[in-house]
Every structure is written in C-alpha cells, then in structure tokens.
C-alpha cells in the first residue's frame, strides 16, 4: 500500500501526517499525478491554505482586513465592489463577491477570452483570483478544520469516469484526504450551502474532473448528520428546478452526484484533539512525499 507523507512546519519545527492511499482505481490516478508533481519539485500554489486550526493568524478580522485590501487594488476595474464592514459582512455579500470573481476572473482556463480580466494589469489579475480564496476563508470560519493542498503549473484536469461518480459520498471519516474541487464556480451542495442567488447559470459546475490537489477534513459527525446533508441538498434541488432544467440538469444527471471521493486515510492513532492543536502550531506546507 502506498503512502503519502506531508510534511508541516514553522520557523522552528516540522511535524509529518501519514496517510494511506486506498486501493481504487482513481486514488491510483490521482497518486500518479502527485508522483509526477513530487519529481518536479512540488511548485505549491499556497502552502497556507488551513482554514479554522487554532493557533493561526487567520481569524475573521484578519480575513476581511485581507478581503478589503483585494477590493481596494480592484476597485479601479470594478467599480461596483465597496469597502466590507467586518461586522456587518453576511454570506449574501459574500457570494456577490464569488459572482464578481466569476464574472471578472472567468470560469476555468478562460481567462484569454475574458476581456475583463485581460485588461487588467498583473497585481488586479492576482487580487481578483486571490478573491476566492479569501472569500472561502471567511465562508468557512467556525466550521469543520480542514486545510487544502494546490499546486503551481498543474497539468489539464483529468475526466472522472462513471465508476467514480458511484463512489462519490458526502460521508466521510476524520482525516480523511479527499479529492478536491476543481472547477471554478460552484457545485449543487456549494449552492445549497451559501443560498446564492447571484450565481450566473454558467457558474455552476458539477464536480467532473480532477486534478491533484486534494483537501484534508478533521469533521466528526454521524450517519444521520450526513443523511440530513443530503435530504437538505435535494431539497433544495426541487424548489430550484427550473434553474437547474433550463441549464440542462434533472436530478438523474450523471456527474451530479453529492459530496466528493476519499482516496487516502490518515494513519494516526492519538488523540484528535491534540492533533488538531499541532496542526494550528505548525500550519504550513513544507514538502509532500510518495512512499510505495
């Protein structure tokens, strides 16, 4: 059985998480992916993208002082954005801020024919795909630890095929590594979850392809949190419907499945708790290794 080991650490000290790569066939193609990425030199896109450990300095304010810098280097190219008050900031301002990246950004690998974005110089183009980002950051404070894992220069996303839309799940086990979105838009539990009624029809992207990066959830809950999740989500589904069937989906569509693919599982056998403290202490990728 292979592993993976990812190396965290700060100025003073490192610390590893071991996983296991399960046995199926697209865990095997996505290792093959971070193989390949190992021999290159690992070129990380952000080796900080840890959301809600303790000990770190992303806090709300810290965020949306962040957020409100992005808008001021944008605001010349987008003058509909204004300054964001920190306690005055919900998630229908945060997701009139995701339709400004959409729009402005462009979906993925679009940015050529997006006039918007061409024309901006290069510190507005980073600010404006930096707005994600940090867009997510405050979406997901107070919730579940999780930290996500993107790299520089990756290779075209790779289709997934239907025997991994059967295996999608919105369940999963602590510390689990999970195959992370790549798309740029937002799928039907995004949706759900944020309430966006701002979204553009062509924003909203199934998860269908994959790629490399990958994100790590520390979540705790049962069978019947998970159950609810997905009732909540088709929910919402039906009272949408014609959102949905004008843009060519019915509930049966393929690649419309919930939640997403575990493709390796931590080895760690300590308490939770103290672990999550350690991964605040050392929020920061050092180095990714394949051990076979």
Request: proline content about 4%.
């Amino acid at each position: 059985m292979s592993q993976l080991i990812i190396t965290l650490g700060n100025e003073q000290q490192s610390m590893d998480l071991v996983f296991d790569v399960l046995d199926i066939p697209i865990a095997q193609r996505w290792l093959d992916q971070v193989r390949m990425f190992c021999a290159l030199g690992s070129p990380f896109d952000d080796r900080e993208r840890f959301y809600n450990f303790p000990h770190t300095r992303f806090t709300r304010e810290y965020c949306v002082e962040h957020l409100n810098n992005l808008v001021n280097i944008l605001r010349p190219w987008v003058p509909e954005l204004q300054a964001l008050d920190c306690a005055d900031l919900d998630q229908n301002t945060l997701n009139q801020l995701h339709h400004v990246f959409e729009i402005y950004h462009g979906l993925y690998d679009d940015q050529k024919n997006n006039a918007r974005y061409q024309r901006m110089p290069v510190l507005a183009q980073t600010a404006v795909s930096d707005l994600n980002i940090w867009i997510h950051r405050i979406e997901t404070l107070g919730l579940d630890p999780r930290f996500v894992m993107t790299w520089h220069t990756k290779p075209t996303r790779l289709p997934m095929y239907q025997q991994d839309f059967e295996i999608m799940t919105l369940e999963e086990s602590w510390g689990d590594l999970r195959l992370n979105y790549c798309e740029i838009g937002k799928t039907l539990e995004c949706l759900w979850q944020d309430n966006d009624t701002h979204i553009s029809p062509a924003a909203f992207k199934p998860m269908r392809h994959f790629s490399l990066d990958f994100v790590v959830n520390f979540g705790e809950h049962n069978l019947f949190y998970y159950q609810n999740r997905a009732r909540a989500i088709w929910q919402y589904f039906e009272k949408n419907q014609k959102f949905f069937a004008e843009i060519g989906y019915t509930k049966h569509t393929p690649g419309l499945e919930l939640g997403s693919i575990t493709v390796a599982q931590i080895r760690y056998t300590g308490k939770r708790n103290q672990l999550i403290q350690e991964i605040g202490q050392h929020a920061r990728i050092h180095a990714v290794t394949v051990i076979d």
